[in-house]
């Protein structure tokens, strides 16, 4: 009995010794592709955003359109950023500048429900700052006729 417990004792020892090589071979192979994956990564640079990001708008009529544009186009390149009304919203308020964001305090100090729908805030905007798309289009007729 006590020889059989020495046999079993001692192909335990050779197979706990097997296992710690085994698990040093595979501590170093995971080492290395860390650092072969670190290596990679210093190589790899993340894609440009092809948009530039918006200028800041301060209340100024005629750059209401490109401002609308330029914002726009940032959200939808980086719709991963934008994914509510209120993010859109609370992005649009972070490039105003001067009167218009003077025109913005109020909203933001009654917590108007506008700062959580990203079309009524802009549709408030472009009355504030004077782009009506009514008045465009006729334009374009007046301009057509000619």
């Known amino acids: 009995m006590v020889d059989e417990l020495v046999l079993l004792l001692h192909a335990l020892l050779m197979r706990h010794r097997a296992l710690s090589i085994e698990n040093s071979q595979l501590m170093e192979q995971l080492r290395l592709l860390v650092c072969e994956r670190a290596t990679l990564l210093r190589q790899v640079r993340p894609p440009s955003c092809p948009v ?3 200028e800041t708008f301060d209340g100024e009529s005629s750059r209401l359109p490109e401002f609308i544009v330029q914002t726009a186009s940032y959200m939808l390149v980086n719709e991963n950023r934008f994914c509510n009304d209120a993010m859109k919203v609370a992005f649009l308020i972070s490039l105003l500048t001067g009167e218009a964001e003077e025109w913005v305090v109020p909203y933001i100090e009654m917590d108007s429900p506008i700062l959580g729908d990203y079309r009524a805030f802009l549709d408030e905007m472009k009355q504030c700052f004077g782009w009506d798309d ?13």
Do not use: G, I, L, S
């Not at 009514?134 to 000619?146: A, F, I, Q, S, V």
């Open 52 to 54: 530039p990001f918006p």
């Open 134 to 146: 009514d008045e465009e289009d006729e334009d374009e007729y007046e301009e057509d006729d000619y």
